[in-house]
């Protein structure tokens, strides 16, 4: 069974830095990977989506890579900004079809102006 | 504008209760989901389907029930066998194929009186 485990559970950074939020999974079989955005008492928007064929996806200052060999991602997210403050999950995909995700705890990230 | 909805925004249940939340999609999608996010935990599936009149049990499904009667609304029952349904209720819907994103709704929180 799919298990996805976030770390840090929660980051603080000044304003400017560069950060990285890390995902691991059990199962590499995997079709692809997701990370989304979730702003208190909202709901999700994806961020970024990376078929299992990619090892790296893109959007403006977002970077996301995925190694399905070591189980591992990582959500490089440069020159933060007090806006990117959010909680980030994590989700991939569980066997048996039906396009079924299983998420990751969440890191909760502050940024500092 | 294409989009979830969700309702109601908040939802209180007293002891014994059925209460039912709304999921509308107007994004053409066959397959919808539901989740239940907990403080500090990441989202898990209680009921997918992924085409009208046809749904399946998802990790936690149970003391919830669903119906699919129209491709465009998933209702979602706590009913009275659910014995700690305090929760961020969460809908999504996504292309029936695997590959894609799912698209959430802005949530329900249900409160126990």
């Known amino acids: 069974k799919q298990e996805v485990t976030q770390i840090p559970a929660a980051l603080s950074v000044p304003e400017g830095e560069n950060l990285v939020l890390n995902c691991s999974f059990t199962?590499?079989?995997?079709?692809?990977l997701q990370w989304f955005r979730q702003d208190p008492g909202k709901g999700l928007t994806s961020l970024l989506l990376?078929?299992?064929?990619?090892r790296e996806q893109t959007s403006g200052r977002l970077n996301a890579s995925l190694d399905k060999s070591s189980g591992r991602s990582t959500l490089y997210i440069a020159a933060s900004q007090p806006g990117d403050s959010a909680t980030y999950l994590c989700a991939a995909p569980q066997r048996g079809g039906g396009n079924k995700l299983v998420f990751g705890a969440g890191t909760i990230l502050r940024v500092k102006s | 504008d294409g989009g979830i909805t969700q309702s109601p925004k908040y939802l209180f249940r007293k002891e014994g209760q059925n209460v039912t939340l709304s999921c509308e999609q107007n994004?053409?999608?066959?397959?919808m989901y539901w989740y239940r996010q907990d403080p500090g935990q990441g989202l898990r599936l209680i009921y997918y389907s992924q085409i009208v009149n046809d749904f399946q049990k998802g990790d936690i499904a149970e003391g919830y029930s669903v119906s699919r009667e129209k491709k465009e609304s998933f209702p979602l029952t706590v009913t009275s066998a659910q014995k700690n349904p305090t929760a961020f209720y969460l809908c999504a819907s996504s292309p029936r194929t695997s590959r894609e994103t799912q698209y959430f709704g802005p949530g329900t929180r249900l409160l126990v009186l």
């Open positions: 199962d590499s079989a995997i079709y692809n």
């Open positions: 990376i078929q299992s064929s990619q």
């Open positions: 994004l053409n999608h066959d397959a």
